[in-house]
């Protein structure tokens, strides 16, 4: 069982509200990532952190930003949600210096109206 | 697909069967893994074969890896129907940083 958690699991909001879906783990580990997947889809990286104060945009370009002032801690915030960003976010990390196995959060499945 | 292709999107099977789902990818590669997502939920990983690897065995998992023709299987021997799940494949390139899934592979496994 993976120590990564995702809060809240499901989110139905309306249009022009701004969220914060969380992300913590408790391993430790200095990568933490971001993918967006559309039901029955791949995943998409949307951002990403090497550590603490890092933060990098993934290969699908994003509205959401993201912060990593703590280690375990690397929120998503959508300043003004739209139908358009209706999907499931699924948050990650790993250690070491190679990407040999990703952890994930069981996801949020957010619904804009 | 930003991976390849994996195929096939959809596979069906009696419990007992074979099931193998293949990945392609596009570039050089350090490794490829293998991950299982249940529906709505989180993806778990598998298995990790990395690029001088040609063959690995976990439980009833069995991967390959082709570098030649950036492909790769994976076999799940005597299947389950709680192996009903889909399945994906991912890179990792370069400095290693960027993890790349493919489509995935949906299994059905009939009771």
């Known amino acids: 069982e993976a120590d990564i958690y995702q809060t809240p699991r499901y989110l139905v909001i309306g249009t022009g509200k701004k969220i914060t879906l969380e992300c913590s783990q408790t391993?430790?580990?200095?990568?933490m990532y971001w993918y967006q997947q559309d039901p029955g889809m791949e995943l998409h990286l949307i951002h990403y952190s090497y550590g603490v104060n890092s933060t990098e945009k993934g290969d699908l370009s994003s509205e959401s930003t993201v912060s990593r002032i703590r280690t375990e801690h690397f929120p998503l915030t959508l300043e003004s949600a739209r139908p358009s960003h209706t999907s499931q976010y699924l948050c990650?990390?790993?250690?070491?210096?190679?990407?040999?196995?990703?952890?994930f959060g069981s996801g949020t499945q957010l619904s804009v109206l | 697909s930003q991976q390849g292709e994996e195929d096939p999107q959809a596979l069906s099977i009696q419990e007992g069967e074979n099931a193998t789902m293949n990945c392609s990818y596009k570039t050089s590669i350090n490794n490829l893994q293998w991950y299982r997502q249940n529906s709505g939920r989180g993806l778990v990983h598998l298995i990790l074969i990395r690029s001088n690897e040609r063959e690995k065995h976990s439980g009833r998992l069995r991967v390959t890896l082709d570098t030649s023709k950036k492909s790769s299987s994976l076999l799940i021997t005597a299947s389950r129907a709680a192996d009903t799940a889909s399945y994906f494949c991912a890179t990792a390139r370069g400095g290693g940083f960027k993890t790349i899934f493919g489509a995935g592979t949906r299994l059905f496994v009939k009771a």
């Open positions: 990650a990390s790993s250690a070491g210096q190679s990407n040999e196995k990703l952890f």
């Open positions: 391993m430790g580990h200095d990568k």
